[in-house]
């Protein structure tokens, strides 16, 4: 035991078992959204991951994984949610042409 940790044996496998966490961005192209996640699987064609900020299970069609640093990975989550793309306005409805104005200032007093 004396010779594991004055050989410097004991720090690399302490610091191998430590520093092993990946850190990924996964991007969905189709709507913009990005996550963050530790753990990627790839299976026909899909990705799956849990989302680091919300504790869900996201599967993506098409995706775009990065590994990034643990500090990236510190930021992306600290990072407001990105905006989802704006809606279009609903329409307004149309009002129905009602004929000449019948507010009192625009009615001319009758003849006499």
């Given at each position: 035991m004396k010779r594991i940790f004055?050989?410097?044996w004991f720090v690399v496998a302490v610091g191998?078992?430590?520093g092993s966490t990946k850190y990924y961005m996964v991007k969905d192209p189709s709507t913009?959204?990005?996550y963050y996640t530790e753990k990627v699987k790839k299976e026909d064609g899909?990705?799956?991951l849990t989302d680091a900020k919300t504790k869900s299970t996201v599967t993506i069609q098409n995706s775009e994984v990065t590994e990034i640093s643990e500090q990236s990975f510190e930021q992306g989550m600290a990072?407001?949610?990105a905006a989802a793309p704006a809606e279009p306005p609903a329409?307004?409805?149309a009002t129905a042409a009602t004929g000449p104005a019948t507010s009192p200032s625009a009615?001319?007093?009758p003849a006499k």
């Open positions: 004055s050989s410097g191998l078992a430590c913009g959204k990005v899909s990705t799956t990072a407001a949610p329409a307004m409805p009615t001319p007093p």
